[in-house]
């Protein structure tokens, strides 16, 4: 809701119409401004070896993220396989809250939209949606619904159009193929997330964010293809296409329009861009709408390095980078 204060006439008529302006002058100047993260967390580190959340909680820092949608909250079971691959162990998510000093909510729930996730939050969490994708979020009096998804690995339209083997699914040629594989694949965890969105209604900011793997048709255009060289072919990726649909605007794009000048890939950083095992890409995504519109002021990935990112946190403990945005609405 947006927050106006009471003016109170206590003197003469013209001290009175003053004070009544300034407070309108106020109304009409507000605005709030909000830096939200997705961050895959590799496990918290437990699939690395690790167990310090230091440097995790020092890339959330780095960002200065208000709102943080994490993935992979926990481990992954062993043997962890392209087909079956569930979370195992404790999530560590209420100790990387406690080391931020943020609040948290464990979105626990075993559905196609998620994977080990939270949301940590330096404002007050309130109620969860019914199939637990998002939470509503009072940043000062005014009402932010934060979704939060992890989208299934397999299949991985990126490698089937490349003829990467991963789960032994077939390779695809062009992009009606690759839009109808991604829509079976993502479309369940897309309608739960929509009937969460559609049950929580109007708020002044809403936003998305996950590891979608899904890469967005933002990257994978004609020049992408032709001058960049980092596609093989143009595609107008489903899942994000949906989203976008509902009035919500890619923040990275927003400030990084050109996919070639800016390729922004978060996935992955483990590895050489030139692998031909393996596709870099962007996957992980801040999407974000507000009811009397936003402004993207600022967007950025975080991750190892000056080359790959805008905010650099080292030692970067993900195999994912980060993606962050600051909105004003």
Request: charged share 25%; aromatic share 8%.
């Amino acid at each position: 809701m947006f927050r106006f204060r009471h003016c109170v006439m206590v003197a003469a008529i013209a001290l009175a119409a003053i004070a009544v302006g300034a407070c309108g002058g106020e109304d009409s100047d507000e605005s709030t401004e909000l830096t939200v993260m997705s961050f895959n967390i590799y496990g918290g580190g437990v699939n690395s070896g690790k167990t310090d959340l230091a440097d995790t909680a020092a890339a959330i820092e780095a960002a200065d993220a208000d709102i943080v949608g994490v993935q992979e909250t926990r481990g992954e079971s062993r043997p962890c396989t392209a087909n079956v691959c569930p979370a195992a162990g404790p999530s560590i998510a209420q100790d990387l809250a406690d080391e931020l000093g943020y609040e948290v909510y464990e979105q626990t729930a075993e559905n196609d939209a998620l994977w080990a996730n939270a949301i940590l939050s330096r404002y007050p969490i309130g109620e969860s949606t019914p199939n637990d994708t998002g939470v509503e979020i009072d940043v000062d009096g005014r009402s932010v619904h934060m979704f939060n998804v992890h989208l299934d690995d397999s299949p991985y339209g990126p490698y089937q159009l490349l003829d990467i083997d991963y789960g032994g699914f077939p390779a695809l040629s062009t992009e009606q193929a690759a839009i109808k594989w991604a829509q079976r694949t993502r479309g369940p965890a897309l309608d739960l997330l929509f009937e969460d969105m559609d049950a929580a209604g109007d708020a002044d900011a809403t936003f998305v964010t996950g590891d979608f793997n899904e890469p967005s048709g933002l990257d994978w255009t004609e020049e992408a293809v032709t001058e960049g060289g980092y596609q093989p072919i143009e595609v107008d990726w489903p899942t994000t296409r949906a989203i976008t649909d509902r009035g919500f605007v890619d923040t990275y794009r927003e400030i990084h329009p050109d996919p070639v000048a800016d390729p922004a890939f978060t996935w992955t950083p483990s590895g050489d861009p030139d692998d031909e095992f393996d596709h870099h890409d962007r996957i992980d995504f801040v999407l974000a709408k507000a009811e009397d519109g936003l402004e993207v002021t600022g967007a950025s990935i975080v991750g190892e390095s000056k080359q790959a990112a805008e905010i650099v946190s080292k030692p970067w403990p993900s195999d994912h980078r980060a993606s962050v945005a600051t909105v004003q609405f």
